[in-house]
Nanobody
Framework: QLQLVESGGGLVQPGGSLRLSCAVS????????IGWFRQVPGKEREDIAC????????TYGRSVQGRFSISRDRVKKTVSLQMNSLRLGDTGIYYC??????????????WGQGTQVTVSS
């Protein structure tokens, strides 16, 4: 059973940065594509970023391209999301997720509990 635990959320001003981390246990990172999704009340869960099981491919949602970066540490078994130039619209609950491929939420096999990110002045 794969377990995902997010950390690093919080309150930040527009233009600021945050780094989210997802600790993975129960399986080597190489067995899963690991991604981040964002949930805002009243909206569908949005794909933010994903790194493939091989670690060779990264994909990003249009709204975060050029501002967010996903990376993984195979030794520490963590997947991080570096978020720069944050905007008010980046506010939401960020979920770490794992599946066989980087696709939408319907392809996710495991979810973390989520961490709140609030961008506000």
């Amino acid at each position: 059973q794969l377990q995902l635990v997010e950390s690093g959320g919080g309150l930040v001003q527009p233009g600021g940065s945050l780094r989210l981390s997802c600790a993975v246990s129960g399986s080597p990172l190489e067995n899963y594509a690991i991604g981040w999704f964002r949930q805002v009340p009243g909206k569908e869960r949005e794909d933010i970023a994903c790194i493939s099981a091989s670690g060779l491919t990264e994909t990003y949602g249009r709204s975060v391209q050029g501002r967010f970066s996903i990376s993984r540490d195979r030794v520490k078994k963590t997947v991080s999301l570096q978020m720069n130039s944050l905007r008010l619209g980046d506010t939401g609950i960020y979920y770490c997720a794992a599946g066989q491929i980087c696709r939408g939420p319907e392809e996710v096999d495991y979810w973390g509990q989520g961490t709140q990110v609030t961008v506000s002045s």
